[in-house]
């Protein structure tokens, strides 16, 4: 048995006398809340608040305007997490006389956490234990309510002639909602003899030990009619009766609570319980149903911001001090953890502190007390590349094998969605555990909420053991860095939501995170969690790394949890189309870092094979080609990726971006995030002019000539200069320049339509779109007569401030205008196609260009889109429609390392209204399949443009595409507007039926197109022309995703993935490579075993959809 601190129990019953008189009243007595402030919009209070104590002062204050019908409670996120004192003043004309009472009456309190009620007059104070109210339906219905009263007589001498003040709080958990608050005057009353008004017991999922012995703890309230120094408490339990003075202190009024132990039973039990003052007497009974001993995991820590609440190196110091401190903590506290959110911190950490600091640091993350979360950054999955999502967890891998540090789960919080390859990725990463707190602002992803813990399976059927929260920064939200009280409220709500959970048949409790937004670690949140845990036996809080809840799960539960696979979409990727031009930078600097290295790797290989490069050229940063191998950039290589990772990550600007575009602020954070795409994008650059450089040294060529490169793993037929070119895969040929010639010869042409032996395209004449877009092999129409749009028409909306599509509100107006007025050019393009050049503007558009392109040898419309457009901040987007002709089609778009059905792989909840493509989308009908690739915009539309419907379901009826390629939608974090030049790309094939092999390689040669160089003669170069290939795949269905030089060790780094959905062993030629030993691994480069390798060809299987990493010495 053990006392907490007193809290006040209520008064049920009425005190008033005929003869009392209404000095004031705010609000009528009617059961309901709709004379005060907002009304059912309880997201107004705080905005009306502003953090500040409300001031009421009768006689000036009117409740329509200055009483919130809400008042909320520390537990609400809505609200902050925070107390909100209302403060009434008021002036009495003469000195009190006689009896006032305070009736405060409630239309309903939270029905899960209802909170603990704070009333102070002059010197005392009391906190009322509110009972749970009613459903969250009366926040709209106020009948759906379980009213409530408070009625406080005051003891004399409370009140005073002049100024007074009431104060009303909500301390501990979560609202309510207000009918009336009445001060009432009895000049002829007197405050009632002291004796018990009330009692009421209630069960509690709580354990406390007593004299060594667990046992289960009830709360026991009691309401007085007056205070009184101490009350007789006996409790009758399971054979046994305990009596309990209970001591009350004179300043607080109204009454006490008490918590109790009693005996812990495997069976139902009665409990009773009699309480005694002055020889007043009440007794009250409860059943107590045996409970979980339930354990409650949380895993500390700061959500991580690379800007938004600060510039980011500020960002990154919060965080490396927030370790300081962490370490610290555990120097006193001996269960205290911590972790770092995402290996960003870690990185930072290592790079900036040394010594003591440092040793002490790496001491307590190998011993799993500082845990290091595998993921880089909170990135934006939808966005990352093929390479780039394998790499997610290079750093913190990096670690484990310098430090020793444990490599298990990983974090993402605040976005509130990945990709459906994320636990392939994570899986084949090494990483068996994976949790994600989901805000779910401007992204509906919360129907996975009641399915977790789970197992989630990526495509190739491998699996991370997922938890989906609401939330993050739980510790803090749940008040474990506040006080034990606080932390209780919260608690013993959420026991009872999880308790009535059919579906949750688990003994331990998940909190994610401790803190938000680069916020400092609050050392209360040891000391508060040591004394709960001193002073309960169950539910124990337990410190943990983040992995630790997992494994309890595993061990415990594994083999009845459920398992789900598929795709949350990509909620908040829609934010990258606020700052379109960058976005296209750092999508083809991931294209151009990954052939880059990949040349590299490749050529070194050649080197280690036995080769050696015949020429000596200096590159930029003093790196000589020729030396006995070639020197690979590995530093520049990986500060590239850093790059690409940095501005895929999900922080993009200030908190105020939107509303302070112009401050110094905003513009200082955005400065700092446009760099990352400016510099992948030029690092890339660089990189593959010196990796083809590289190459050339290799070549023989006995004059001057032209290199080429083919970067993908398949022959090639390509229009490269003025002149078709074949590649073979992964390799390069050699052409003279005489073959290609100078530019395509253009010959004027009249005429609105362009044609081919593939295509008839003909535009239209009043928006200079394609009308007809004619597949003369299929003989079929591709453009979708019916539709509004045409292909590749130019829409600019305007509209949605205030509405739905930007949070919450009503309907968006958007106004949809279109390109017009356009001048067409047709020209021939000598021996290779035509071209259609079209001219037109549109509204904050006064320059379009676009030029389509049909080719004689190659079945493809390429389509390029220059435009200038004028900047604003008023709310608008911009799509190119691509509407084809297609009914009750199948969506296939490729995403980080996998492709995903729209129509079936998407989970409950996954964001409908746009999509984030990889290079393709595929739309398949019955007659033909189409294929679409966007190498400079990766959002899109399906079936109609983002009208802010936050869909539940998609239809799929038609067949249209929209490129959603620009927008400023949010509220915060994004760009508030964007103008000047731009380009955006699109390609086009289609054939009879869907081939996902051939859909990928074109989105990949699109996006990936040949590499040329000029080559002057090299006649001791050891590779001969006119042409080579440095790796052959025999399977068409395996892709060579990228090579490069092995992270520990001189081995080739080979990395793969299965396009058709078919386990395969892929045949690996690589005559040039010479290899004579092949390891598998997993996808940070841990071997897993051998591989055979027969004369120069590597045998590797490879699972269905999966991917396969190869060591190659």
């Not at 054979?239 to 300043?251: D, F, H, R, S, Y």
């Not at 909306?797 to 930007?806: K, M, W």
Request: hydrophobic share 40%; proline share 7%; charged share 20%.
């Amino acid at each position: 048995m053990r006392r907490i601190a007193a809290c006040v129990a209520l008064l049920p019953l009425s005190l008033a006398s005929a003869a009392e008189q209404v000095v004031w009243q705010i609000g009528k007595p009617d059961k309901s809340y709709t004379e005060f402030f907002s009304a059912r919009n309880y997201q107004a209070v705080p905005q009306r608040l502003g953090g500040k104590p409300l001031v009421f002062e009768i006689g000036k204050s009117e409740a329509a305007k200055d009483w919130p019908w809400i008042h909320p409670g520390p537990t609400d996120a809505w609200a902050g997490h925070r107390v909100y004192p209302f403060k009434i003043r008021f002036d009495l004309a003469d000195e009190p006389k006689g009896l006032y009472t305070l009736r405060i009456e409630l239309v309903n309190t939270h029905w899960g956490s209802p909170p603990t009620y704070s009333v102070a007059v002059g010197d005392r104070s009391g906190q009322f234990r509110l009972p749970a109210g009613g459903p969250d339906a009366a926040l709209t219905d106020p009948a759906a309510g379980k009213p409530y009263n408070i009625e406080l007589p005051l003891p004399p001498g409370l009140l005073r002639k002049g100024r007074n003040e009431i104060t009303l709080s909500c301390t501990d958990g979560s609202w309510v909602l207000y009918d009336a608050i009445t001060l009432l005057a009895d000049p002829d009353g007197k405050m009632p003899e002291p004796g018990v008004a009330s009692l009421t017991v209630a069960a509690t999922p709580f354990h406390i030990k007593v004299d060594g012995k667990v046992r289960r703890a009830i709360d026991v309230n009691i309401g007085l009619t007056a205070p009184v120094p101490e009350i007789a408490l006996r409790v009758e339990a399971g054979g046994e009766t305990i009596e309990v003075p209970v001591k009350q202190q004179l300043a607080t009024f109204g009454g006490i609570s008490q918590e109790v132990g009693v005996p812990d039973a495997s069976e139902p039990i009665e409990v009773k319980v009699t309480a005694t003052v002055a020889g007043s007497s009440k007794t009250a009974t409860v059943k107590l149903e045996p409970v979980r001993k339930w354990r409650i995991f949380v895993a500390p820590s700061s959500h991580t911001d690379i800007g938004y609440t600060h510039i980011q190196p500020q960002c990154a110091e919060i965080h490396c001090k927030n370790a300081d401190i962490a370490a610290d903590l555990m120097d006193k506290f001996p269960d205290f953890k911590w972790n770092l959110e995402v290996a960003w911190q870690a990185e930072n950490y290592v790079n900036s502190r040394k010594g003591d600091q440092l040793d002490k640091f790496l001491k307590y993350a190998r011993e799993g007390r500082m845990g290091v979360q595998a993921l880089y950054a909170n990135i934006l999955t939808g966005l990352c590349s093929h390479e780039e999502a394998c790499r997610l967890a290079y750093f913190a891998h990096s670690l484990k094998s310098r430090h020793g540090i444990p490599f298990k789960s990983a974090m993402i919080s605040d976005v509130p969605s990945q990709e459906a390859t994320i636990p392939m990725i994570l899986a084949g990463s090494g990483i068996r555990y994976f949790s994600s707190g989901i805000n779910t602002t401007r992204g509906t992803f919360n129907q996975m909420f009641d399915k977790c813990p789970c197992w989630w399976e990526g495509p190739d059927g491998s699996r991370v053991l997922m938890m989906y929260v609401p939330g993050y920064a739980h510790a803090g939200a749940w008040g474990l860095d506040a006080s034990v009280e606080r932390a209780r409220a919260r608690i013993l709500a959420a026991i009872k939501g999880y308790e009535g959970r059919k579906n949750y048949p688990y003994d331990a409790i998940f909190l994610h995170g401790a803190v938000s937004d680069n916020v400092a670690l609050n050392p209360r949140l040891a000391e508060v969690c040591k004394a709960w845990n001193d002073r309960y036996e169950f539910p124990k809080v337990i410190l943990c790394h983040n992995a630790e809840f997992f494994e309890h799960i595993e061990k415990s539960f594994g083999d009845k949890l459920p398992v789900v696979k598929g795709s949350a979409g990509t909620y908040w990727e829609d934010g990258a189309g606020s700052s379109a031009r960058e976005t296209a930078l750092n999508r083809n600097a991931h294209e151009a870092t990954r052939n880059a290295e990949t040349l590299f790797a490749l050529a070194r290989r050649v080197c280690s094979a036995g080769f050696s490069p015949s020429s000596s050229e200096l590159r930029p940063e003093g790196r000589t080609t020729n030396a006995a191998q070639i020197a690979y950039p590995a530093e520049a290589i990986n500060a590239a990726w850093r790059n690409c990772l940095l501005y895929d990550e999900h922080t993009w600007g200030a908190h105020c971006s939107i509303s302070q575009p112009e401050s110094d602020f905003t513009k200082a954070q955005w400065k700092i995030k446009a760099q990352f795409a400016l510099d992948a994008h030029s690092q890339s650059k660089q990189l593959c002019n010196e990796s083809i450089a590289a190459l050339k040294t290799l070549l023989k060529t006995d004059a001057e000539s032209l290199l080429i490169f083919n970067p993908t793993s398949w022959a090639r037929t390509e229009v490269f200069g003025s002149a078709v070119v074949k590649a073979p895969p992964c390799g390069y040929c050699v052409v003279a320049p005489a073959e290609l010639g100078n530019l395509p010869q253009l010959e004027r042409l009249d005429g609105a339509a362009i044609e081919s032996k593939f295509y008839r395209v003909a535009f239209d004449p009043e928006t200079g779109a394609v009308a007809s877009l004619f597949d003369k092999e299929l003989n079929r129409e591709l453009v979708d007569s019916k539709a509004q749009c045409r292909l590749n028409q130019y829409l600019y909306v305007a509209g949605g401030e205030g509405s739905r599509i930007v949070e919450h509100g009503g309907e968006p107006k958007l106004t949809i205008s279109s390109s017009e007025k356009p001048t067409l050019h047709r020209f021939k393009l000598k021996g290779l196609g035509e071209r259609m050049v079209v001219e037109t503007s549109a509204t904050m558009t006064p320059s379009i260009k676009t030029e389509v392109v049909v080719f004689d040898d190659v079945k493809r419309v390429e389509i390029k889109n220059s435009l200038t457009k004028t900047q604003t901040y008023k709310k608008e987007a911009v799509y190119f429609a691509f509407p084809f002709a297609a009914e009750k089609p199948t969506f296939r778009y490729e995403v980080p390392c996998g492709i995903v059905d729209a129509n079936t792989d998407m989970l409950p909840g996954a964001c409908l209204d746009w999509f984030t493509v990889q290079h393709f989308v595929e739309v398949e009908a019955p007659d033909v399949a189409i294929t679409w690739a966007t190498p400079d915009a990766p959002l899109v539309c399906f079936q109609d443009i983002n009208r802010g419907k936050w869909l539940r379901k998609l239809d799929f009826t038609n067949g249209h595409i929209y490129a959603y390629v620009m927008n400023n939608y949010w509220f915060t974090n994004y760009l508030a507007g964007q103008g000047g030049d731009f380009t955006f790309r699109f390609s086009i094939t289609s054939r009879a039926k869907s081939d996902p092999v051939a859909s990928a390689r074109f989105g990949w040669e699109v996006a990936s197109p040949l590499i040329g160089v000029p080559a002057g003669p090299n006649p001791k170069g050891p590779l001969a022309a006119p042409s080579g290939s440095l790796i052959e795949i025999a399977e068409p269905n395996v892709f060579l995703v990228g090579a490069k030089k092995a992270e520990a060790g001189d081995a080739l780094v080979l990395r793969l993935w299965e396009v058709s959905g078919k386990a395969t062993t892929a045949h690996l030629r690589m005559p040039l490579l010479k290899p004579k030993k092949a390891t598998a691994a997993n996808l940070v480069e841990d071997p897993t075993g051998e591989l055979e390798v027969k004369d120069v060809t590597i045998a590797v299987p490879i699972r269905a959809s999966g991917l396969a990493t190869v060591l190659v010495e």
